[in-house]
C-alpha cells in the first residue's frame, strides 16, 4: 500500500451510482421518454429562450463533423430549426431552471475541472462539457 484514507471505512463507487440511478430512471420513465432541449418566444420580440431539460449531448460539432456523442443533436440543428421559423432573433437566453442545487457533487472539487474528470452538472451542456469534443479526458469547462 503506497497510500490510503479510511480504508475500513465502506463507500458506494461512482460507477455503482451510475448504474443503480440508470435502472431507477429505466424503471420510473416510460420507454419514449427523451430529454428534450427546446426553443421557445420570449417575452419580447426577438428574444428566444433555449430551455434545457437535461441533455448533456448537444454539441456545437458543425453539421457532418463528428461529436463525442453519436447521434447527439446539434446547436446548428436548432439554428436551422429557428432560421426555418421566419423568426429573427436578437437575444438568446437559456433557462436552466430544471435543475436545482450545487453544479458539483460533494467530494468533487473545482480543480478536477480542469483536469477533465468532471464538469459542472448544467441541464444544459455542450459536449458534456469537453473542450475538445472529441477526447474522453479533455480538459471540461466551468460553463458548460
Not at 420570449?42 to 463525442?68: C, H, K, N, Y
Not at 441541464?123 to 479533455?138: F, I, K, Y
Amino acid at each position: 500500500v503506497l497510500w490510503s484514507k479510511d480504508p475500513a471505512r465502506p463507500m458506494i463507487p461512482a460507477s455503482t451510482t451510475k448504474v443503480l440511478t440508470a435502472a431507477a430512471a429505466l424503471l420510473a420513465l416510460p420507454a419514449e421518454h427523451r430529454v428534450t432541449t427546446k426553443v421557445v418566444e420570449g417575452s419580447r420580440p426577438g428574444e428566444i429562450v433555449l430551455v434545457a431539460g437535461g441533455d448533456p449531448t448537444l454539441t456545437a460539432q458543425p453539421p457532418g463533423e463528428p461529436g463525442f456523442y453519436a447521434g447527439a443533436p446539434r446547436i446548428a440543428d436548432l439554428v436551422q430549426q429557428i432560421q426555418r421559423s421566419g423568426v429573427v432573433v436578437d437575444t438568446v437566453l437559456v433557462d436552466t431552471g430544471a435543475y436545482a442545487g450545487d453544479a458539483l457533487a460533494t467530494g468533487w472539487f473545482p480543480a478536477d475541472i480542469a483536469g477533465g474528470s468532471v464538469a459542472p452538472i448544467e441541464p444544459v451542456m455542450l459536449d458534456g462539457g469537453r473542450l475538445n469534443p472529441l477526447e474522453d479526458e479533455s480538459p471540461r469547462t466551468p460553463t458548460p
